[in-house]
């Protein structure tokens, strides 16, 4: 089983209605939007999609749904309290028409390696599927070091890429120094794409394209093409969005801008509580100066 991990692929959040059930329609129309603007995959059941407050059987039908929905890659988060829930969400996942799997740490726990690795090692040997490890020490406390990473992929043929999300674009050069064309890489922080790209990132699994993938997509392009004079304008623009995606009530914002661009609802999942004031108006003024210089592609 083979896949291409490239280009744009949305964290895609989670549409939920008034009575906040998740807003299946909503999804279906949303995923299909973004493959239209040329993204390459879709992750669901990450950070971004709230996946901690999804119970297992809501994560299984989105990922239903959004494979029903595209013909490009859907690739979820497989995160859980518990080693045996992850491993139980990747084998539902495969069976539902995931084409690939983010793998994450454990919520809540975090360890030494000795222990970390046993958990991913059992997600990543759940299916034949290929994996991303997703690294993300500022979020889940856990850091995988690039020799830790090329050891998984030294033992499981399926790790084929990795999200790197430490903030550190030196952790993409070191994981290439090491693994060389064995490993697919990926930015996984907004704020630090360009930098990302240069330093040799093949993908980008991104928060802002879920309300901008125009100008998300073209930005890649203009990364990956080494075009940085034309890249640094739009990204210039872009950066005051795109850092929304670096704080903790990243979702809430994303969402909200997301709402603002008529996407979807700005509806969220405690304990996360929607924005309100100098807190709102300050993201509203941010994202009102952006939508009133944004430029023509």
């Known amino acids: 089983m083979s896949i291409r991990f490239e280009g744009v692929m949305p964290a895609i959040t989670t549409p939920f209605a008034a009575d906040l059930s998740v807003d299946h329609e909503a999804l279906t129309q949303t995923v299909q939007w973004l493959a239209g603007y040329g993204c390459s995959g879709i992750v669901p059941c990450g950070s971004l999609g709230e996946g901690a407050t999804l119970e297992f059987d809501e994560k299984v039908a989105l990922i239903e749904t959004c494979a029903r929905a595209v013909d490009i890659p859907v690739i979820p988060g497989i995160a859980a309290l518990s080693t045996h829930e992850a491993v139980k969400l990747a084998k539902a996942a495969a069976h539902h028409g995931a084409k690939g799997l983010m793998v994450l740490p454990p919520y809540v726990y975090s360890s030494d390696w000795r ?7 059992a997600v990543i040997q759940a299916t034949p599927l290929p994996c991303i490890i997703y690294n993300n020490p500022v979020a889940y406390k856990t850091d995988f070091k690039p020799e ?8 499981f043929d399926n790790v084929k890429a990795v999200k790197e999300s430490s903030t550190d674009v030196r952790r993409i050069t070191a994981i290439k120094a090491l693994a060389g064309d064995r490993l697919a890489l990926g930015v996984g922080v907004d704020d630090v794409l360009v930098e ?3 330093a040799g990132a093949q ?3 991104a928060g802002l394209v879920d309300a901008l993938p125009a100008e998300s997509v073209r930005l890649f392009e203009l990364a990956r093409a ?3 004079e034309e890249a640094a304008r739009l990204y210039t623009w872009f950066l005051p969005l795109l850092r929304l995606d670096t704080v903790p009530k990243f979702v809430q914002l994303i969402k909200l801008v997301q709402e603002k661009l008529g996407v979807c609802h700005h509806r969220v999942r405690g304990p996360r509580l929607a924005l309100e004031g100098a807190e709102l108006a300050e993201a509203e003024a941010v994202i009102q100066h952006a939508l009133a210089t944004r430029p023509a592609l």
């Open 115 to 121: 222990e970390m690795k046993s958990h991913l090692a």
């Open 148 to 155: 830790q990473i090329l050891e998984l992929a030294n033992e």
């Open 196 to 198: 990302g790209v240069a």
């Open 203 to 205: 993908f980008w699994i």
């Open 226 to 228: 080494g075009r940085y």
